[in-house]
Structures are given as structure tokens and as C-alpha cells.
């Protein structure tokens, strides 16, 4: 079934369908933005995003009743802004989220055993404290409430037994029961205006005791300062002595990283800061409908807590295009 619809408006400006899934999904374009509306059996999202400035508008209510709003707010591309709170199908606030001051407030009424996930957070923060201090907590670590909780049990298959992980809910997912164990991941960040940031995951047991699993993020630091020294003008005046050749520090790009040891440890890897230049791109074809680049870097490699020159790595990193779609890659060790 397809639709035509003529509309007659002082502006640039035409609706179209995708016509996989009539009618959900409705595409609508002016001069300045792109509209699209998505309904589904619960909802009605609302998202407008506009061509010629970083912001997006969200708005979604539900699907019986577009007049009972579910959420709205704004965001960047990339993250949420300023104030979004979130109804209930009654019109009961559920949540307040200051994504700018960096605080969620839920109501308890309608979040059953969220005093054990404020209390496993406290615990988290623990950990983190103890090992990095106060002062770079402040200045570095972000918790952005993303966080899970699990009931673990043995679950029988025929004679075999698994243990096997329930997820329950999260910080704002009321909990479907009582949890026994607990992920939180907090973002790591070079200073606080970075966008780039490292997870830092920390798992808990139901009496917040340490889980050594997948967790990752704590560094035995050798440095009696507890902070993040290095900055990219130091770090270039370093690396020029090491054979870097700078045209324009712009096309210098700086970010932290995190190296895994791979090992079941409470201490299990380090922080790295790495600038990188770009020395070649080299394109190339598969097919002829199927494109990439590869890009080759120097990477020059640095302690943040000390500043201290560590070495140079050949990476690189791919993007590929074509058809209906693409990929790309972060930067991996170059071997060719």
C-alpha cells in the first residue's frame, strides 16, 4: 500500500514513508531539519533534528493517548541536555534527570529495592575513592547512572545445571525483584569538558563485596600524585624529540585510552594518553559498489599520572562504505 499525501506550505518542504514498515515511520524533511515519527504499539516518538546546529528534540508520548507525554527534552548527537523527566501511563512522574548538574532523582513509590542500588553505588564509589583519591574522582570521574542489577542462580537444563544472570532493572528501570549482584560503569576523562572518556566498570556481590570478572579500570599507580599531569602541548614539545613532525597541532589528535591486561586481577591494566598523526591514507575498493580507507598513525604513547614518554606505535584504522552499509574501526595495532 503506498500513500501520497500533497501538502501546501509556505516552505521547502515533502513527507515520505519508509515504505517497509507502513505506517510506522514517517520521514519528514524541511530547510532546516529533519523530522521523523516512529509509532509502535506503546509509543509515539517525536524527534526532530535540526541540519544546521548540533540539537535534537525528542518528545514521546504514548500511543492511546498522545496527549499523556511519556518524555521529552533536548540533546546534542551525542548526549542528553539540560533537564528530561519521565510519566508513568498515569501521569505520575517517574524520574527527574539534570543531565547538566549531573543528578537523578527517582520516586521510591514506584521503584522497589532502589535503596540497595543507592547503597551498592556508595560501596562503588569506595572502591574508587580508595584507590584514586577524592581530588581525581572530582576532577575525572563521572557516574552517568549507568548501571544493572542481576539475580544469579543455578538453572537446570535436562541433568546439566548453569548459573545464569536474571537482569532486573537498572537506575531508572524499576527492579523486577530482589538483586544479589550489581554493575556500575562510571567515565574516566582526561578533564572535564573531554567528550572522549574511559568506562571504569565495577561489579558487586549482593553484600557489595568486589567481583573480579569483566570489570575494568583499576590501575596500581606507582606515581605518589594521584592526577593526570600530561596535557597535548607537553606531550607534543616530547614526542617532536622522538621524531614527530608537526605541521599543524590541529591535525594532532589526543585521547585517553585504556591497555587490558587480560587478567582476573583487581589491578588490570593502566591508563595510556595517546596523540596520534596521521602519516598516509590508502584507499581502496572490493567491490564496485563496496569502498573504504585505511589510515595509518604514528601513535605516541605517554603516562598520564607522570607525563612520562612510554613509545611509538604503528596503528591504524579502517572505515568502509557501500550498499546499504558500512563500518569502521577504532585504532588497532598496524602489522601489515
Known sequence: MRYKIVLVLPFCLYVSY???????????????????IIRNSVYRVYEETYKYKDSVWRS????????????????????????????????????TWDHDQGT?????????????????????????I??????FVKEHVKFDYACSAYHGHIEKFGDDS????????????????????????????MN?????????????????????KDNYGFEKIKSDTKKFVINKDKAIFIAK?????????????????????RKKDFYNGRFVYYISNLRKKESYERSPDRKGIIFRYDVYCFSPWTGEFIEVKKMKSRKEWGGISGHSTGLIPDND
Open 104 to 128: 537523578c532523582k527517582v520516586d521510591p513509590k514506584f521503584y522497589p529495592f532502589h535503596n540497595l542500588l543507592e547503597k551498592m553505588k556508595l560501596r562503588a564509589d569506595e572502591l574508587i
Open 130 to 135: 580508595d584507590v584514586y583519591g577524592r581530588e
Open 162 to 189: 548453569l548459573w545464569t544472570n536474571d537482569y532486573l532493572g537498572s537506575w531508572t528501570e524499576p527492579l523486577q525483584g530482589r538483586p544479589n549482584s550489581y554493575t556500575f560503569s562510571y567515565e574516566v576523562r
Open 60 to 95: 514521546v508520548s504514548f500511543i492511546d493517548d498522545t496527549t499523556q507525554l511519556n518524555t521529552e527534552g533536548w540533546s546534542s548527537k551525542n548526549e542528553y541536555l539540560g533537564v528530561w523527566k519521565e510519566y508513568n501511563r498515569t501521569g505520575q512522574l517517574m524520574y
Open 18 to 36: 519508509v515504505h517497509a514498515q507502513p505506517p510506522f515511520r514517517q520521514i519528514i524533511e524541511t530547510d532546516s531539519s529533519k523530522i521523523e
Open 241 to 261: 624529540q622522538k621524531g614527530l613532525v608537526v605541521n599543524d597541532s590541529n591535525d594532532i589528535l589526543e585521547f585517553l585510552t585504556w591497555e587490558n591486561f
Open 192 to 212: 572535564k569538558k573531554d567528550k572522549h572518556f574511559i568506562e571504569l566498570v565495577i561489579s558487586l556481590d549482593s553484600n557489595g563485596k568486589y567481583v573480579t
